[in-house]
Nanobody, 125 residues
Framework: QVQLVESGGGLVQAGGSLRLSCAASGRTFSVVRMAWFRQVPGKEREFVAAIHWSGGATNYAESLKGRFTISRDNAGNTVYLQMNSLRPEDATVYCC??????????????????WGQGTQVTVSS
C-alpha cells in the first residue's frame, strides 16, 4: 500500500500562486508515476500533470502547460505542483495519485492505484 497526503491548498487571489505538495509513504518503491488531477463538477477528475518517479519525465494537460509545473523530491518522496497565474476557474479540489504500472495511460485516472484525500484550492476574483 501507498499512502498519499496532500497539502498546500488554500485561498489565493486571481493571478496569485500556490504550491501543492503530496507526500507519499508506504511501499513507494512500487510507484512508477505520480500525478495531479482535479475535480470537475459533474465529470470525472481532470488530468493536470504527471511525472515519472525515477526519470522525471513530465506530462501536462495542454490547457495548463506554462502555468503549472510538476516536480518531485525523490529523497523526500514528495511531489509538488506549482500553480502560477491562478484563475477563478482553477478553483476546485486537487488530488494526488500514484501508479504502479508503466504501461498505463498517463492521463487516465482509471489506471492509478492510489489516491490522496485532496486539497481545496480557492481563487478569488
Amino acid at each position: 500500500q501507498v499512502q498519499l497526503v496532500e497539502s498546500g491548498g488554500g485561498l489565493v487571489q486571481a493571478g496569485g500562486s500556490l504550491r501543492l505538495s503530496c507526500a507519499a509513504s508506504g511501499r513507494t518503491f512500487s510507484v512508477v508515476r505520480m500525478a495531479w488531477f482535479r475535480q470537475v463538477p459533474g465529470k470525472e477528475r481532470e488530468f493536470v500533470a504527471a511525472i515519472h518517479w525515477s526519470g522525471g519525465a513530465t506530462n501536462y494537460a495542454e490547457s495548463l502547460k506554462g502555468r503549472f509545473t510538476i516536480s518531485r523530491d525523490n529523497a523526500g518522496n514528495t511531489v509538488y505542483l506549482q500553480m502560477n497565474s491562478l484563475r477563478p476557474e482553477d478553483a476546485t479540489v486537487y488530488c494526488c495519485a500514484a501508479d504502479r504500472w508503466p504501461a498505463n495511460l498517463v492521463r487516465d485516472q482509471g489506471g492509478y492505484d492510489y489516491w490522496g484525500q485532496g486539497t481545496q484550492v480557492t481563487v478569488s476574483s
